[in-house]
């Protein structure tokens, strides 16, 4: 077949493909996929193969996802989501199979051996690091590259590609936005767990390159009540001194100003003492302002509001640190922000900050976390696929939901160059494959370099610090 004949036979076949999209589309509710073939038995045909013995037809993608149980919905937003990348190329043929793992590790080794009986081109999922193990099994004789959710780096390698946004990825983005802040001095606390594990191993191996300082770290039980986390809070703030610290500081400067024939300039002079608009200076200068305010209802009057906001003030504010990461989201979250301020130890005093997990908490009615960072995916570049997947399936995707575009990206991307099986060296071409969400790509260590954004959170919802370029181009020691 000459190339005039072949493209006008592909032009064709896009068109069925269009056509049965469409049908499905409207039979499915806004699900671009295939139903999975039932399990081959023994003497039943294989999928058709051409000339050379290769698969023909369009590229397989098997999608290894919760489709029942708990985690169905975001199985079916990941399986949606990577329908949104089939729906921007519709002249590529390829086609999504999802396999129900039911949420379990049985389920996903179950389907991941009917994926690879499938002749799957390309594995995508499983959701949970806990599966991943159980699948690469069944597909031992295959060559496809298996795309996972997962956030877990540990499990790269091989066949096997991490897409989740690694903890270790994210306190990285979050390093480079702290020193540009200049607040390196870390403190970190989270529930016992891999996560937090996981966030304490980052911050030690960036404190060891210098990047930052691990002060003091802490974990409470995951199913501890409200008084043991405050007792960890409690320690870990190192309160106990910072109160002695600021009740002997206190009676000395409440007998300066008493006897001073000039109390505000008493206290601007003290304020000198400390570093440029650190938080004692600020706090020093604040009541020499409010003893001027008051000055004109007399002496008596200003001394008084001055020595109230004093001793008002219950701790010395954190002086060995200036940043608490809090790597969870959990019920205990918000508890924790409360207990920050109540020992002078979270915002102002110090740079809160958090993860990705914190997309899940509604954190902006909550003023303890006003001003409070987090890592998250890029939004500029997320904005396309987001208002597509709105668009397409009338609701508001979960974060982990654009994981599905990507990987189907790389599908795409596949069938587009008749790369079939994909394998893992296709998988971390330098070029990366581009989409709506922005750029794909996977470094030699099988991890997804996602395009990473530091958030604050605000009263409004959660505004970007600074653009990714911005940072980046920040020293980092």
């Known amino acids: 077949m000459n190339r005039d004949n072949a493209m006008q036979g592909k032009g064709m076949w896009r068109a069925a493909v269009a056509f049965v999209l469409a049908l499905t589309i409207s039979a499915c509710g806004g699900v671009a996929v295939k139903q999975p073939q039932p399990q081959q038995r023994a003497g039943e045909p294989k999928p058709a193969v051409g000339r050379l013995g290769l698969p023909s037809g369009p590229l397989r993608v098997a999608v290894l996802v919760p489709l029942t149980g708990d985690f169905a919905p975001i199985g079916q937003q990941l399986v949606n989501a990577a329908a949104i990348a089939l729906f921007e190329d519709q002249q590529t043929p390829f086609e999504l199979v999802p396999f129900d793992t039911r949420g379990t590790p049985a ?134 001194r910072r109160r002695g610290a600021w009740r002997a500081y206190e009676g000395r400067i409440v007998q300066q100003v008493r006897q001073s024939q000039n109390p505000p300039a008493l206290l601007r002079s003290e304020a000198a003492r400390f570093p440029e608009d650190s938080i004692r200076q600020r706090m020093l200068t604040g009541m020499a302002a409010i003893y ?14 001055v020595i109230s906001r004093i001793e008002g003030v219950d701790a010395m504010p954190a002086d060995d640190f200036d940043a608490v990461l809090l790597p969870f989201g959990n019920e205990s979250l918000v508890a924790v922000g409360s207990m920050l301020d109540l020992y002078n130890a979270g915002l102002p005093f110090a740079q809160v900050a958090g993860t990705s997990v914190w997309q899940q908490a509604e954190l902006s009615r909550e003023p303890s976390f006003h001003g409070a960072w987090y890592t998250g995916l890029d939004r500029v570049a997320l904005e396309p696929f987001l208002l597509a997947y709105r668009s397409q399936y009338l609701e508001e995707p979960d974060p982990i939901a654009v994981l599905g575009y990507y990987a189907a990206r790389v599908a795409a991307a596949a069938a587009d160059r008749q790369t079939r099986p994909v394998t893992p060296a296709f998988v971390q071409a330098p070029q990366g494959f581009q989409g709506l969400g922005g750029p794909v790509r996977f470094g030699s260590d099988n991890r997804m370099q996602a395009p990473l954004e530091v958030f604050e959170v605000t009263p409004d919802g959660p505004s970007p610090v600074l653009p990714p370029e911005a940072v980046a181009a920040q020293p980092t020691s």
């Open 292 to 305: 001027d305010q008051h000055i004109s209802r007399g002496r008596n009057q200003a001394l008084a509001e």
């Open 107 to 240: 389920g996903a080794a179950a389907a991941a051996a009917a994926a690879a009986q499938e002749q799957a081109d390309l594995v995508i999922g499983p959701l949970f690091g806990r599966h991943v193990a159980h699948a690469p099994q069944a597909l031992a004789g295959s060559q496809a590259a298996m795309l996972t959710f997962t956030n877990d780096t540990a499990l790269a390698g091989g066949k096997v590609f991490v897409l989740g946004v690694s903890v270790e990825s994210q306190i990285e983005r979050l390093a480079l936005a702290l020193a540009q802040a200049e607040k390196r001095r870390l403190l970190l606390l989270g529930p016992e767990g891999e996560y937090t594990a996981r966030a304490l191993a980052s911050v030690q191996a960036l404190a060891a390159t210098g990047q930052l300082a691990l002060v003091r770290s802490a974990t409470f039980a995951p199913d501890a009540d409200f008084n043991s986390i405050a007792e960890q809070v409690r320690l870990l703030t190192d309160y106990d």
